[in-house]
């Protein structure tokens, strides 16, 4: 093996890495592509690290190992059943190569506005659990990420899950993907929307995120409170789509125009018209 | 010979390259890499046209491992390559005339010192204002990219006509008018341009190169550096690709270049992908201005189209693939009256070059969109108007050509219509679920086999019975992929009786075979099969011949070749191959034939301008039915299916056909579902993998092929070339079937989702 690559066994061994300044390399699918052509520098892979893996029910959360696959993920059963949003996201991520490889941990490090597990994990209300040599702390997903490749990841931590509070077995989940194309495309817009009914069909709750119109993901909370109260038929999601379009602020770029990701995103609601 | 039906694979012949390609043991020209060979490297220009005032090198020549830094200055010879127009150099010398010109060449002893190099070269320029549109680089006041050039800007006009379009256009009953661009679009081979070179103690120069050209590269690398062409030995393995990417002078000038100043040491040169996105040859975008006029009826009259091939700052093939874009104005289509001009223009973009489908997309895209727009003017059913105007045997083109091979056009298109995917459409679109619309398109099309009038299409073919009584097949031109190594041993062994095992194919090396034209043009089972078929036919006389001898026979023509032997019926005895192979000495068991393709015998008098290549002979013909679903929420478009019926003479090998209408069919979903370059004043914004998208196999419908029975008299057992013909149905095929879904008429590709949104919008309204 590389000088460059260090395989730490424990958080433990993490920790002299870290202080001596190596990067951390997960699945590497992002953090390698970020490095090509440059001069090779060393990096702590995190996968002989036990407790950064596996997936649970803990205090109420499912907690998800930052270091689990996209795969892995998809292959457990609490992800495709509790949490079918981002079950939907896991399954058109990349490729199966780049499933196989990249995990959940470097898709929320990497804080690209069009990872697609961030929109879900919006919509989830997701927090991350951090720790570092002095210990250990619990912040909001929100909160962390503050622009594209920026997040408030602090020297010597490293993110160990993500905790995601299940929604109501009953609850509605919805994700949907536009790329320009169906594989190995990155979003040109995505929408994550875990959404509550009554018995009637009345909406209790609505989160909605959206992904790629943004410097990081969007939720929506005008759009969320326009929700609340009504039913998911075309009247009502015309005007929650109306009010998505004024809470995000897209950009022009080679994948997409700005007036068409607003456009596509106060679309995208409407497919859960009954 | 009834071919086996498409959709149940012939097991009866494998391609002797899929296990080892399939293990990764065939050696392409990327995986020769002789230990100890210096590494070379091109600085690219990086802006689109430019004066280049100083080079500075000395920070390059600084590294650790540069051996040495080359520039226009070094280079000996005309310093000018170009396949029939010498116009593009190897290094720039003053000027840059595209961001991907050649300014210097490195030779390092590892790839790292020469990527430090590279980036250590300064280039200073003074910026010239450049062309980057054809008809406005046509304006008298447009910069020049080549100043003191007699025709300015205007590489070449040509016209191809028949009748009198005009005047007939006045007589028509319902006349349509369109404007069509087609993009330019990248090949996107797997194998990047590469290869090896170096000096040999002869001085003579030995390459192996990714090429579709081994003999032509040659004269191209002599041209350009001043050499002898006949001390250029060029090997050409199985490529990783080519396209018509690899038809012309990539690396090749560069490395021999390089080589020259190598010390007799090999020399190695890999574009990266951006690289080649950069550097490498595009198909020519192209814009089209069409009027088409019928009777009332639907009976096509008159076509009168100008067309404008923007070739970048050099000329490649942009003439000759203007010249067919010209030939194939009028389609498959009998059309009494057709004139067709043609404008190729220099301009300060990527370089065009050939492509699959070559001039041929463009044209064929223009001419069935109008075709679409004259049947919504009458009332009329696509299909019913295309068929009603198919080209018959014996009429003439849009050439004047009367097309004495057979024509298929129409059984083509008789066989996608009778298909489900047509002849359900209506049930199909009515069960589109929510949020969908779904919509069908039909469009047919021809291509021309062969190199044309006046532009030799030539092969030779050498076989040889080994000692040990197997054959040894000298393949002349390059496989790329398409699987003519694999149809020449199956050609062979069908005309010599014995087993496909029996066969080795040695591939392209300008040393060992003798010489044949390119790999392109679909011309090479065809050119090269005839060759060879002669070439066995010689040896199965004179393997009878050696073995009367043995066998005590005095008529030799009563003698049979049965699997691994010479046999007499009369007396049921027989001489084994491998007694034969022992007893001959190596001249006279190497048997070498050559074939010529057949031209037109009485030209028409048009197209004066193209000397080289026109008109064409032999085309294969094909229709293709696209059916696909538009999301009303996103704009995005789902191809479903994409069905291509082709006629190509009789079908030799039902894989192979196959294999060619999926990649055709798969690069043609491409160009119009989502390839993008998104160049602008010159420069490729979408120029890697992340961003320039082809379809994946999860874009990709099955890509069914229907095959149509025909049979080329001239053809090696009735073959006509087919490699390019499956490439042109989708694009009109889905623009119509866009237009059926969501009433969006698309003039220019690829589709634009937000196109089909204000569609879907403005349709509600
Ligand atoms: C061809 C290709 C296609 C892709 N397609 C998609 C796509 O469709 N959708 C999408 O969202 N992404 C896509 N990606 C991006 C990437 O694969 C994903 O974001 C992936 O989830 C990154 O995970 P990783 O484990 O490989 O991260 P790495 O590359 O290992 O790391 C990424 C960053 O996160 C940091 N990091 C990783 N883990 C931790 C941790 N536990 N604690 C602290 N820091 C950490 C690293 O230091 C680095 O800065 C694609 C990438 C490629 C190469």
């Known amino acids: ?274 | 010979m009834k071919p086996s039906s498409p959709n149940q694979p012939d097991f009866s012949f494998r391609h002797a390259d899929t296990l080892s390609k399939a293990v990764g043991a065939e050696r392409y020209s990327t995986d020769f890499t002789p230990p100890g060979c210096l590494w070379a490297g091109a600085k690219r220009a990086g802006v689109p046209h430019a004066r280049i005032t100083a080079v500075h090198v000395g920070e390059a020549l600084a590294v650790d491992g540069v051996k040495t830094v080359l520039t226009g200055a070094d280079v000996p010879g005309s310093n000018l390559q170009g396949i029939v127009h010498k116009d593009q150099p190897v290094l720039a010398v003053d000027t840059v005339r595209h961001a991907g010109d050649a300014v210097a060449l490195v030779l390092a002893e590892s790839r790292e010192a020469l990527a430090e190099a590279l980036s250590r070269i300064r280039l200073e320029y003074e910026p010239l204002p450049g062309v980057f549109e054809p008809e406005l680089a046509l304006a008298a006041e447009a910069p020049l990219v080549h100043p003191g050039r007699e025709g300015g800007n205007l590489l070449a006009r040509g016209l191809v006509d028949k009748g009198d379009a005009r005047a007939a256009m006045r007589g028509c009953d319902v006349v349509v008018e369109g404007e069509f661009e087609t993009p330019m679009q990248e090949h996107v081979f797997l194998e990047p341009p590469n290869g090896t070179a170096r000096l040999t103690a002869t001085n003579g120069l030995e390459t192996v190169v990714s090429t579709q050209a081994p003999f032509r590269d040659r004269f191209e690398i002599a041209h350009a550096l001043g050499l002898d062409p006949m001390r250029i030995r060029v090997r050409a393995p199985y490529l990783g690709g080519g396209f018509g990417g690899k038809d012309g002078a990539t690396v090749q000038c560069l490395l021999a270049l390089a080589a020259l100043h190598a010390g007799g040491r090999w020399v190695k040169m890999v574009w990266s992908r951006e690289e080649t996105f950069l550097a490498g040859y595009k198909r020519h975008a192209a814009r089209v201005r069409i009027r088409l006029g019928a009777s009332s009826s639907g009976a096509l009259q008159a076509l009168d189209s100008v067309m404008y091939f923007d070739s970048g700052p050099y000329a490649h093939l942009g003439v000759e693939i203007m010249a067919l874009g010209l030939e194939h104005a009028g389609g498959p289509y009998m059309i009494p009256h057709t004139r067709a001009e043609g404008f190729c223009v220099y301009t300060n973009n990527p370089v065009g070059g050939a492509f699959r489908g070559f001039g041929v997309v463009q044209a064929s895209f223009a001419l069935e969109r109008s075709l679409d727009a004259l049947a919504a003017r009458l009332g009329m059913d696509p299909a019913e108007l295309r068929l009603m105007n198919a080209l018959r045997t014996g009429e003439a083109n849009c050439a004047g050509v009367a097309m004495e091979s057979p024509t298929g056009v129409r059984e083509c298109l008789e066989a996608v219509m009778a298909h489900p995917v047509w002849a359900g459409r209506h049930t199909w679109k009515e069960a589109a679920p929510p949020f969908k619309r779904r919509g069908v398109g039909i469009a047919a099309s021809c291509n021309a086999m062969g190199y044309g009038r006046g532009l030799p299409d030539a092969a030779a073919a050498k076989l040889e019975l080994t000692r040990t009584g197997t054959f040894r097949i000298f393949n002349s031109v390059a496989d790329m992929g398409q699987g003519n190594a694999a149809a020449f041993v199956q050609l062979a062994a069908s005309a010599l009786n014995q087993d496909s095992s029996l066969f080795e194919v040695v591939q392209p090396d300008t040393r060992l075979c003798p010489p044949a034209g390119s790999s392109s043009a679909s011309r090479t089972t065809y050119t090269f099969g005839n060759a060879l078929l002669r070439a066995c036919e010689a040896m199965r006389e004179k393997l009878k011949a050696r073995a009367a001898l043995a066998l005590l026979v005095d008529e030799p023509s009563r003698l049979r070749l049965a699997p691994g032997v010479v046999a007499d019926e009369a007396t049921g005895r027989s001489i084994p191959l491998a007694l034969l192979g022992n007893m001959l000495q190596r001249d006279d068991r190497i048997c070498v034939d050559q074939y010529v393709m057949p031209v037109v015998e009485n030209p028409p008098d048009t197209g004066k301008a193209f000397r080289l290549g026109f008109p064409h002979r032999f085309f294969s013909h094909g229709a293709c039915v696209c059916a696909l679903e538009a999301d009303e929420l996103t704009g995005q478009v789902e191809l479903v299916e994409c069905v291509t019926a082709v006629e190509c003479g009789r079908v030799l090998s039902a894989r192979g056909v196959e294999q060619q209408v999926h990649g055709a069919a798969a690069q043609g979903a491409g160009l119009v579902l989502m390839e993008n370059l998104a160049h602008q004043d010159g420069r490729i914004l979408a120029g890697d993998l992340s961003t320039y998208l082809i379809p994946t196999s999860r874009d990709l419908p099955d890509l069914e092929w229907l095959a149509v029975d025909g049979d080329e008299p001239t053809g090696p057992h009735g073959v006509k070339g087919m490699g390019e013909v499956g490439i042109h149905g989708p694009a009109p095929a889905v623009a119509q079937a866009l237009e059926d879904a969501v009433g969006l008429s698309i003039n220019r590709i690829p589709v634009d989702p937000m196109d089909v949104l204000r569609a879907l919008r403005s349709n509600k309204a």
């Not at chain 1, 109420?60 to 495709?80: D, K, N, P, Y």
């Not at chain 1, 659990?129 to 622009?147: D, M, N, Q, T």
């Not at chain 1, 609505?206 to 009504?230: D, F, I, N, Q, Y």
């Not at chain 1, 995000?248 to 456009?263: K, N, Q, V």
Request: charge should be positive; glycine fraction near 10%.
């Open chain 1, 1 to 274: 093996m590389s000088r460059n690559a260090r395989c730490p066994g424990s958080l433990d061994e993490l920790w002299p890495l870290l202080e001596e300044g190596v990067t951390i390399m997960a699945g590497g699918t992002d953090l390698l592509v970020r490095r090509r052509g440059q001069v090779p520098a060393p990096v702590a892979c995190l996968e002989r690290i036990e407790s950064l893996r596996g997936v649970r029910v803990h205090e109420g959360f499912i907690s998800l190992g930052a270091c689990e696959t996209h795969a892995s993920l998809l292959r457990h059963a609490l992800v495709r059943e509790r949490l079918p949003v981002l079950a939907g996201a896991l399954q058109v991520l990349g490729s199966p190569l780049i499933r196989n490889m990249g995990t959940i941990g470097g898709n929320i490090v990497s804080a690209s506005p069009a990872g697609d597990t961030l929109a879900p994990l919006y919509a989830l209300d997701a927090q991350l659990e951090l720790v570092s040599k002095w210990g250990a702390r619990r912040v909001p997903l929100a909160g962390f990420i503050h622009g594209p490749g920026r997040t408030g990841l602090k020297p010597g931590e490293v993110l160990a899950a993500v905790l995601v509070p299940p929604p109501e077995p009953s609850a509605l989940q919805h994700f949907e993907k536009v790329g320009r194309r169906k594989a190995l495309a990155i979003a040109v817009v995505s929408l994550a929307a875990v959404i509550l009914t009554d018995g009637e069909g009345v909406v209790l709750d609505a989160r909605l995120a959206l992904g790629s119109v943004g410097p990081t993901v969007a939720r929506c909370p005008k759009a969320e409170a326009l929700l609340a109260g009504r039913r998911l038929d075309r009247e009502a999601l015309l005007a929650v789509g109306e009010a998505m379009r004024s809470e995000i602020a897209p950009i022009d770029d080679l994948r997409a125009s700005a007036a068409y990701r607003r456009e596509v995103a106060g679309n995208l609601l409407l497919r859960l018209a009954s």
